[in-house]
Each structure stands twice: as C-alpha cells, then as structure tokens.
C-alpha cells in the first residue's frame, strides 16, 4: 500500500507547478554562477546548495500542500473510515521527496560536467560539499511534510518558507561576523573570500559532519511526523537517535570549521604544499599554483599584445606575473591580501579566479594596465599621489596599451571612464581586483586621453609613442606634456 500511494506521490509532486518553476530558477541560478567566471571546480561545488535554494523552496511549499490534501478536500473523515493508520499517508510524502533530491543531484552532477568541460576548468570538487544541495532539497521537502502534520493549517508552509530565506540571509548578511562553529548551524554556509582559493584542502571547511548534520535533521523531522500519527514508539525513538546525532555532529562541525584550531591546523599543511609552477616565454615569467598552469595562454595572450606595441628595449625587459589568492579571514587562511608589494618594479599579481563572457573585458584591461604600468615605470600612484594637474605623463598611453588590441578591454574602459564621468571630478580607479601599493591609481583626465587615442588609427598612435617614449616613460613627466607631443587637447583636471 505505501509503495503505490508513494509512485502516486511522487507523480504528483514531480509535476506540481511550483516543483517545475523551482527547478527552472535553479537550473538559471547554476547557469549563471557556471558562466561567470572561468570555472575553479572546488569552489564551484560551494555555490551548488544556493543554487538549488529555488528548488528546496518548491519541494517545501508543494510538499506542505500535498499533505494538506485531505484536509483541504475535507477528506479526513473518509480516510478514517479505511484500514490502517495514517502512517502509510505520511511515509508516502516523505518517500516522494526521493525522486526530487534525485533531480537535484542529476542538475549538480550535469552542471559540474558542463563545468568540467571548459578547457580553462581547474580544481577537483567535493563530492561532500555537492550532496550539501540535494539534502538541502530533501530536508526543505521533510519540513513540509512535518508541518503539514504539526501545523495543519495552509499558510505554515509559505512562513517557514519566509523565515528560512530571512535566516539565509541574515547569514549572507553578517555571515563573517559570526563565530566559525556558529555559522555552521545554519543549512546553507557559503564562503565569504573574495577570491577563489588555490585548492578545495585550503578551504577547511568540515563538509562531511555538516552533511552528516543535515541528513541527521531530516530525519528528525520524519520521525517527529510518523511520531505524531501514530507510530509513537518508533517515531519517538527515531527522533531521539536523530536528535543525538545533529548535536554531535553540530560540535564536530564547530569544532573542524575554518578559523577554530582544527581548521587553522589544516589550512597551514595545506598553504605550505602550494608552491606555484613557474615558465618562462620569452622576458616574461608566469608563475601559477599547480593545476592552474592551463589559465597561463589567458595572461599571455594580454600580456603579448601590450609588449607587442612598446618599444623593443621595453619589450625585453623582465616581468613576473604572479597568481595569489586573496583571503577574507586572516586566521583561516595563514596569508592575507596580495604579494608584498610597493612599485612598478613588483611582480603583476593576477587572481585565482578569471571572469568570462563580457565581464573577462574588465580583468583583462586590469592586467593590461598593470603590464603597461611595468613597461612605462609609472609610479604605484598615478593622479592620487600627484599635486594638482600633474599625473604621470605615460597614464593615458598605459590605458590605450591595455585596451587598443582587446575589443573587450576597450569596451571595459569606456565603461569605467563613463562611471568617473557620471560620478564627477575626485573620483580615481584602482587598477585591481584586489588593493595593492603597487596598483596604478588613474582617474578621469587619463581616461578621456586614453579614449582620444583609442578613436584614432592605431599605426599613427604607435608612431607617435615611440617617438616620444622618452617623455612618456620619464618620473617628471606630466599629462599635460603628454598631450602636446600626443596632439591632444589639454587634460582637465
């Protein structure tokens, strides 16, 4: 009997309006964090359950509603003129939820693939931290089904729906204020850095007792509910098993999670065996942490079309360009911030993760800037750390090296010069995704010379570069002169 009402269940639950829309935003959520960046497969795994957050909502809300069936249809009275208790009802629900903690594991494990599959695609992810979803569907659909029983009424499953996204977030929120075991408590924990970490054993993160947590907390909620119609002893007994277990595995998650000593200790054996892999082509040095050597033909393709458009004797010159990932929390990672860093002389810093589509214009651009800040021994501060109209001569010239050759730099810089034209006068870019004392500050009147020169022919800019290199690349030099030996008007500043 509970087999058929359970294809029965699920059949009907599997097409429920608000299980189909669920798993269209999610398969649109993934999508989107899929192709944002150049994917990094060991941080990607971590954005799986938030992905699937539109789904657990669905499986909660549809799952409430179905065990409020009969009430709706005032249907109680007949059911209990049948055979049996309602046990084999409720465990027909909870045995639905299958199928669609199913589905999300199909949508993890094909949106990983399609991950995977990107040339560019580094990193091993967790297979612990992509159950994290599908139990998070599973768990969503079991406290519908809970409350269904110990909340009869219909607007139970929408609040909890409600409070559920206010806790999540609240935790996105204020998420690195809380203490590290306290976050763990929560269903969903994301990590706050804000930049991908080189390797999935740098994270620390304790996903196998959170999993053991969450399915622990299923399947409190299921034997709470079969307790409640019924199945007193059993039910009761299930839930004091349960109970034991989402503590004990609630203290070990606390006790491992980034930041306490367990996870500090992980963390430091890990950061020590990454040393990165470095190659030379050509002047240029490019130094990766391993498995990350496939991005390498990304710098390098940025990196060759400025050196390709100065000067041979700036061309030759060495340069290192240098991966380092940047960490939100000092404690959990061992290292924070970039590389020690103070001039033009420093190695460019790139980040772990690298952006795709139309976004990759603005890295791209960055880097190019950086490239160019080398070539030209511009200072660490451009118009910030001048004196009135006095910016350094090449900060126009460095702009159009990054972006002349790269459609979606040139795109990228318009867009920033428009932001500090929107924004008015006082308003300077970092040349970063992360702050560094070695990153070239340029504000509005480089930008504008850099857009003046983009609109000319390229081969008539390049010939006027080298020509007045000299001046362009000299520490007194000023925009100002720039634009006269340029043939540009005046910069305003």
Same mark, same amino acid.
């Given at each position: 009997?509970?087999?058929?009402?359970?294809?029965?269940?699920?059949?009907?639950?599997?097409?429920?309006?608000?299980?189909?829309?669920?798993?269209?935003?999610?398969?649109?959520?993934?999508?989107?964090?899929?192709?944002?960046?150049?994917?990094?497969?060991?941080?990607?795994?971590?954005?799986?359950?938030?992905?699937?957050?539109?789904?657990?909502?669905?499986?909660?809300?549809?799952?409430?509603?179905?065990?409020?069936?009969?009430?709706?249809?005032?249907?109680?009275?007949?059911?209990?003129?049948?055979?049996?208790?309602?046990?084999?009802?409720?465990? !027909?629900?909870?045995? $639905?939820?299958?199928?669609? *903690?199913? %589905? &999300?594991? +199909?949508?993890? /494990?094909? @949106?990983? #693939?399609?991950?995977?599959?990107?040339?560019?695609?580094?990193?091993?992810?967790?297979?612990?931290?992509?159950?994290?979803?599908?139990?998070?569907?599973?768990?969503?659909?079991?406290?519908?089904?809970?409350?269904?029983?110990?909340?009869?009424?219909?607007?139970?499953?929408?609040?909890?729906?409600?409070?559920?996204?206010?806790?999540?977030?609240?935790?996105?929120?204020?998420?690195?204020?809380?203490?590290?075991?306290?976050?763990?408590?929560?269903?969903?924990?994301?990590?706050?850095?804000?930049?991908?970490?080189?390797?999935?054993?740098?994270?620390?993160?304790?996903?196998?007792?959170?999993?053991?947590?969450?399915?622990?907390?299923?399947?409190?909620?299921?034997?709470?509910?079969?307790?409640?119609?019924?199945?007193?002893?059993?039910?009761?007994?299930?839930? !004091?098993?349960?109970? $034991?277990?989402?503590?004990? *595995?609630? %203290? &070990?998650? +606390?006790?491992? /999670?980034? @930041?306490? #000593?367990?996870?500090?200790?992980?963390?430091?054996?890990?950061?020590?065996?990454?040393?990165?892999?470095?190659?030379?082509?050509?002047?240029?040095?490019?130094?990766?942490?391993?498995?990350?050597?496939?991005?390498?033909?990304?710098?390098?393709?940025?990196?060759?079309?400025?050196?390709?458009?100065?000067?041979?004797?700036?061309?030759?010159?060495?340069?290192?360009?240098?991966?380092?990932?940047?960490?939100?929390?000092?404690?959990?990672?061992?290292?924070?911030?970039?590389?020690?860093?103070?001039?033009?002389?420093?190695?460019?810093?790139?980040?772990?993760?690298?952006?795709?589509?139309?976004?990759?214009?603005?890295?791209?651009?960055?880097?190019?800037?950086?490239?160019?800040?080398?070539?030209?021994?511009?200072?660490?501060?451009?118009?910030?750390?001048?004196?009135?109209?006095?910016? $350094?001569?090449?900060?126009?010239?460095?702009?159009?090296? +990054?972006?002349? /050759?790269?459609?979606? #730099?040139?795109?990228?810089?318009?867009?920033?010069?428009?932001?500090?034209?929107?924004?008015?006068?006082?308003?300077?870019?970092?040349?970063?995704?992360?702050?560094?004392?070695?990153?070239?500050?340029?504000?509005?009147?480089?930008?504008?010379?850099?857009?003046?020169?983009?609109?000319?022919?390229?081969?008539?800019?390049?010939?006027?570069?080298?020509?007045?290199?000299?001046?362009?690349?000299?520490?007194?030099?000023?925009?100002?002169?720039?634009?006269?030996?340029?043939?540009?008007?005046?910069?305003?500043?």
């Amino acid at each position: 009997m509970t087999a058929a009402l359970a294809r029965v269940e699920t059949w009907r639950l599997l097409r429920h309006p608000f299980v189909l829309v669920g798993l269209v935003l999610s398969c649109w959520l993934l999508w989107r964090e899929i192709t944002a960046n150049r994917p990094v497969l060991h941080f990607l795994d971590l954005a799986t359950p938030t992905a699937l957050m539109p789904l657990a909502g669905a499986a909660l809300v549809a799952a409430n509603l179905a065990t409020l069936r009969a009430r709706r249809d005032h249907a109680e009275d007949l059911y209990a003129t049948m055979p049996g208790r309602p046990v084999p009802r409720v465990a !027909a629900h909870l045995a $639905a939820l299958l199928p669609v *903690a199913l %589905v &999300a594991v +199909a949508l993890v /494990a094909a @949106g990983v #693939a399609w991950a995977a599959s990107d040339p560019y695609a580094v990193g091993t992810p967790s297979l612990l931290e992509l159950a994290a979803g599908p139990v998070v569907v599973l768990l969503a659909g079991t406290l519908g089904v809970a409350l269904g029983r110990l909340v009869p009424v219909p607007v139970a499953g929408p609040l909890a729906l409600v409070g559920w996204l206010l806790v999540s977030m609240v935790v996105f929120a204020i998420g690195p204020a809380i203490g590290p075991g306290v976050l763990w408590f929560s269903a969903l924990v994301p990590d706050f850095r804000p930049d991908a970490p080189p390797s999935g054993v740098v994270l620390a993160r304790p996903a196998g007792w959170h999993l053991v947590y969450l399915l622990a907390l299923a399947a409190g909620l299921a034997a709470l509910t079969v307790a409640r119609v019924g199945a007193r002893r059993s039910g009761l007994g299930g839930f !004091a098993v349960a109970l $034991a277990v989402v503590l004990a *595995a609630g %203290v &070990a998650q +606390a006790g491992a /999670a980034p @930041g306490s #000593a367990a996870g500090d200790a992980r963390v430091a054996t890990a950061e020590a065996a990454l040393r990165q892999n470095c190659q030379a082509h050509e002047s240029v040095t490019y130094c990766a942490y391993p498995g990350f050597e496939v991005r390498v033909p990304l710098w390098r393709d940025v990196v060759r079309r400025v050196r390709d458009r100065v000067p041979a004797a700036a061309a030759s010159a060495p340069l290192r360009v240098v991966q380092q990932a940047q960490h939100w929390d000092a404690a959990s990672s061992g290292a924070t911030g970039r590389l020690p860093s103070n001039g033009p002389e420093d190695p460019v810093v790139v980040p772990v993760s690298w952006p795709a589509g139309d976004t990759a214009g603005f890295e791209r651009l960055r880097l190019g800037i950086a490239v160019a800040q080398r070539s030209l021994a511009l200072p660490a501060l451009g118009t910030a750390g001048r004196e009135g109209c006095r910016p $350094a001569a090449g900060g126009g010239v460095a702009l159009w090296l +990054a972006a002349v /050759a790269d459609p979606g #730099a040139a795109a990228a810089l318009r867009a920033d010069l428009k932001d500090l034209r929107d924004a008015g006068p006082g308003l300077l870019y970092v040349n970063s995704s992360h702050s560094s004392l070695s990153d070239f500050t340029w504000g509005r009147a480089e930008g504008e010379q850099a857009v003046l020169l983009l609109d000319r022919p390229e081969a008539e800019v390049r010939g006027l570069v080298a020509d007045h290199w000299a001046l362009l690349a000299a520490p007194a030099g000023t925009l100002a002169q720039a634009a006269t030996a340029l043939s540009l008007p005046a910069p305003a500043c």
